[in-house]
């Protein structure tokens, strides 16, 4: 059964950094996009970024191009969404997530974590 656990979220003044973690577990992720993902009170959960785990190839939203960055490391099977220059408009629940299906959409995405709040104070 695939698992998948996010920590690291919190609250921060604007400007700050955290970095999220996804540990996974329950099968080899290798062939799989990893995501993760957001959702904002009253919003659509939107894609944030993703990553193959086989060939770390790497995709971002452009709102979060140049400040956010998305990374693996496959011996621990856990990715990582380092989030520099955090601005109010940040605020959500993150999700990571996996895909078999080399895509940005929330639907193809088969496997989710419970999420984990960030919240980014003015």
């Known amino acids: 059964q695939v698992q998948l656990v996010e920590s690291g979220g919190g609250l921060v003044q604007a400007g700050a950094s955290l970095r999220l973690s996804c540990a996974a577990s329950g099968r080899t992720f290798s062939g799989y996009r990893m995501g993760w993902f957001r959702q904002a009170p009253g919003m659509d959960r939107e894609f944030v970024a993703a990553i193959n785990w086989s060939s770390s190839s790497t995709y971002y939203a452009d709102f979060v191009k140049g400040r956010f960055t998305i990374s693996r490391d496959s011996p621990k099977k856990t990715m990582y969404l380092q989030m520099n220059s955090l601005k109010p408009e940040d605020t959500a629940v993150y999700y990571c997530?996996?895909?078999?299906?080399?895509?940005?959409?929330?639907?193809?995405?088969?496997?989710w974590g419970q999420g984990t709040q960030v919240t980014v104070s003015s």
């Open positions: 997530a996996a895909s078999r299906l080399p895509s940005t959409w929330t639907s193809a995405y088969d496997y």
